[in-house]
């Protein structure tokens, strides 16, 4: 055999000798994703059963199904319904128990929530330790109107509002801009939501 001959042979044991060890690195940082994920939902669900346990209330978990593709709104697809007991105006939260959204619509197997940035959701909120104002989604930011000008709202104060029937505060996000409004009389106020890219976490539903 000759030496080029001999050359090509190597040459092209080394391509397959490569392509397999492609192969395995492949497999093998699959298997590591796969493990990582797993490891990210056990400890979402271990920091809900926390927060389950510590509230004492009753929750149900579930997925993302699907999403509105409009750009203006901020509506998602869940897949648990009245079959799991849920109904209209429920409000929606992540592991760590920060407001996600509420349900609007309720089906058999399914449900529409709608998202905190939904520029259609409102909310009644507390700013801080008893300020109070209507909370709004926006495409581009959340903000609350109607705080009296009076009211001693600083930066990084904690937003969050109560569910009737339970006794704890749901935290949604803290202030992060204050602006006085044109009339003179309210505070416009922007929020930095706690719960960020909600669409990449598991939901829980406070029944």
């Not at 209507?134 to 609350?144: R, T």
Request: cysteine-free; charged content about 30%.
């Amino acid at each position: 055999m000759s030496f080029s001959s001999q050359r090509l042979i190597l040459t092209q044991n080394s391509s397959k000798t490569i392509e397999e060890l492609r192969k395995k690195n492949l497999i093998l940082l699959s298997a590591l994703r796969k493990n990582q994920t797993l490891t990210e939902e056990n400890e979402k669900l271990r920091k809900a059963l926390a927060f389950k346990e510590d509230k004492k209330v009753e929750m149900v978990g579930a997925e993302i199904a699907s999403f509105d593709p409009s750009v203006w709104r901020r509506l998602v697809i869940i897949n648990a319904g009245k079959d799991k007991g849920l109904g209209e105006g429920m409000f929606a939260v992540d592991s760590e128990g920060f407001l996600i959204g509420r349900l609007v619509d309720v089906k058999n197997s399914f449900s529409r929530l709608m998202l905190v940035d939904d520029p259609e959701f409102n909310l009644p909120v507390y700013i801080g330790n008893d300020a109070l104002g209507l909370l709004s989604g926006g495409v581009d930011f959340v903000k609350i109107q109607y705080i009296d000008i009076s009211d001693n709202v600083k930066l990084n104060d904690i937003v969050w509002f109560k569910i009737p029937l339970i006794s704890y505060p749901i935290y949604v996000g803290r202030v992060r801009k204050i602006n006085e409004n044109k009339n003179g009389l309210f505070l416009d106020v922007d929020v930095r939501l706690f719960s960020q890219n909600p669409l990449l976490k598991k939901i829980f539903i406070i029944k």
